[in-house]
């Protein structure tokens, strides 16, 4: 059974730091791209980045661009999400999410992802 659990979630103020983790199990790991999508109450789930199964290539949405760091250990079957300068509008759900493939075509359509965590609250306040 597929498990991805997001931590690291929280209140935070404007300017601030925070890191996510996804914890993965029941899968291969390092044959899965990995990405990190939020949603906003009333908006549509977004893909925030998304990294390649070796780490080589990453994808940034161009509204955290420069903030957001994406990384993941392959031997630890783990994928971060370093935040920082974080701002009101980045206040969300963010969920965890794996795609069972080696390409990184489509990594920011939500439906190309086979399994998703429950996700972790993440909110901004000034």
């Known amino acids: 059974q597929v498990q991805l659990v997001e931590s690291g979630g929280g209140l935070v103020q404007a300017g601030g730091s925070l890191r996510l983790s996804c914890a993965a199990s029941?899968?291969?790991?390092?044959?899965?791209?990995m990405g990190w999508f939020r949603q906003a109450p009333g908006k549509e789930r977004e893909c925030v980045a998304s990294i390649s199964w070796s780490g080589g290539a990453t994808y940034y949405a161009d509204s955290v661009t420069g903030r957001f760091t994406i990384s993941r250990d392959n031997a630890k079957k783990m994928m971060y999400l370093q935040m920082n300068s974080l701002k009101l509008e980045d206040t969300a759900i963010y969920y965890c999410a794996a795609r069972p493939s080696a390409s990184m075509l489509g990594v920011t359509t939500a439906g190309n992802y086979a399994y998703w965590g429950q996700g972790t609250q993440v909110t901004v306040s000034s």
């Open positions: 029941g899968l291969t790991f390092r044959t899965n791209v």
